[in-house]
């Protein structure tokens, strides 16, 4: 399964509303769909899983939705941390994950 | 607290091997699988395979298998990922990742490691 993302870079300020979007190649089974959060030199961090679930501590500014082929990160009101490298997972074959090429978020 | 800590960085010579190590702390490591996931220069995240520590089950990906070994020692809850025969096309970033076992619905990687670079070169 192919994951394309959308759009490569996205030049927003804080205080915006980012939308991103991941696409699959192919239907995914009951949403079995994560999004990351990457900065540069740390561990990436889980943000949402099965499309719409927030993971612990992530805050309500993040929000996920989506199913089938198409899905969207949504971040309400940058804040300044926020600004990272946001990348999609598919898990739905479980003998070949794969991710998708990721959205750097910038200022 | 709960953190996936992993070995320091690695230069290596093409054909020789490597072994990244990944120390979970804080948590019990025999309920978790490892998955290892590369990030060559400006590619994206691949998924290489898992370990299962208190299976001892491993999964590869097609891509991977017969140069990959994953291991883990519940002892000291590490797990290692040899890759053997390495070329230039080895160096990247490898990092261990976790998810829970069980359902596929939980198959996500709720924890990550900060990674490891491996680079290849003559």
């Known amino acids: 399964i192919v994951l394309t993302q959308s759009p490569d870079t996205l030049s927003l300020s804080p205080g915006d509303r980012a939308t991103l979007s991941c696409r699959a190649s192919?239907?995914?089974?009951?949403?079995?769909l994560a999004w990351y959060q990457h900065r540069p030199g740390q561990a990436p961090r889980l943000l949402m899983y099965?499309?719409?679930n927030r993971a612990s501590g992530v805050p309500d500014r993040f929000s996920g939705s989506g199913s089938g082929t198409d899905f969207t990160l949504t971040i309400n009101g940058l804040a300044p941390e926020d600004f990272a490298v946001y990348f999609c997972h598919q898990y739905d074959n479980s003998l070949a994950f794969s991710f998708g090429q990721g959205t750097k978020l910038e200022i | 607290q709960v953190q996936l800590v992993q070995s320091g960085p690695e230069v290596k010579k093409p054909g020789s091997s490597v072994n990244v190590s990944c120390k979970s702390l804080g948590e019990s490591f025999s309920t978790y699988t490892i998955n290892w996931v590369r990030q060559a220069p400006g590619q994206r995240f691949e998924w290489m395979g898992r370990?299962?520590?208190?299976?001892?089950?491993?999964d590869y990906a097609q891509k991977f298998q017969g140069r990959v070994t994953m291991t883990a020692d519940k002892s000291t809850r590490t797990a290692y990922l040899e890759i053997a025969s390495l070329t230039s096309d080895d160096s990247a970033i490898f990092y261990c990742?976790?998810?829970?076992?069980?359902?596929?619905?939980?198959?996500?990687?709720?924890?990550w490691g900060r990674g490891t670079l491996v680079s290849v070169s003559s």
């Open positions: 370990i299962m520590p208190g299976l001892g089950r491993t």
């Open positions: 192919r239907r995914l089974s009951s949403n079995f």
């Open positions: 990742t976790r998810n829970s076992m069980g359902a596929r619905s939980h198959w996500y990687f709720d924890l």
């Open positions: 099965g499309s719409s």
